[in-house]
């Protein structure tokens, strides 16, 4: 292997080198896209699984009486738990998909 890289020239070396570098390059901000595909999926079905047990919950209870309080509760105390994306306009948003797609 010494002998084989004592054969090669400066520049060679840097090409090979900046060719390697780009294909594993290429492999990372492949597996990055792909991630962030699986990501965004499952993003969305946990949001759909959200809504589908919220509006479970509300049709029990009377939604038309509480719903909007509850709510508002709800994204609150998520808020305070898991942070940002729990606001409640985005539990009404799966509220309405859940509702939309019932069957997913």
Do not use: C
């Given at each position: 292997?010494?002998?084989?890289?004592?054969?090669?020239?400066?520049?060679?070396?840097?090409?090979?080198?900046?060719r390697i570098t780009d294909g594993v390059g290429n492999i990372i901000e492949q597996a990055k896209r792909?991630?962030?595909?699986?990501?965004?999926?499952?993003?969305?079905?946990?949001?759909?699984?959200?809504?589908?047990?919220?509006?479970?919950?509300?049709?029990?209870?009377g939604e038309e009486k509480y719903g909007s309080k509850i709510v508002s509760t709800v994204s609150r105390?998520?808020?305070?738990?898991?942070?940002?994306?729990?606001?409640?306009?985005?539990?009404?948003?799966?509220?309405?998909?859940?509702?939309?797609?019932?069957?997913?």
């Amino acid at each position: 292997m010494n002998d084989l890289i004592k054969d090669i020239t400066p520049s060679e070396l840097q090409q090979i080198s900046i060719r390697i570098t780009d294909g594993v390059g290429n492999i990372i901000e492949q597996a990055k896209r792909t991630i962030a595909i699986y990501l965004n999926s499952e993003v969305s079905m946990t949001y759909l699984e959200i809504g589908k047990y919220i509006a479970g919950e509300l049709d029990a209870i009377g939604e038309e009486k509480y719903g909007s309080k509850i709510v508002s509760t709800v994204s609150r105390l998520l808020t305070e738990r898991f942070g940002t994306g729990y606001q409640r306009a985005n539990i009404f948003r799966m509220l309405k998909v859940a509702r939309e797609f019932p069957d997913r």
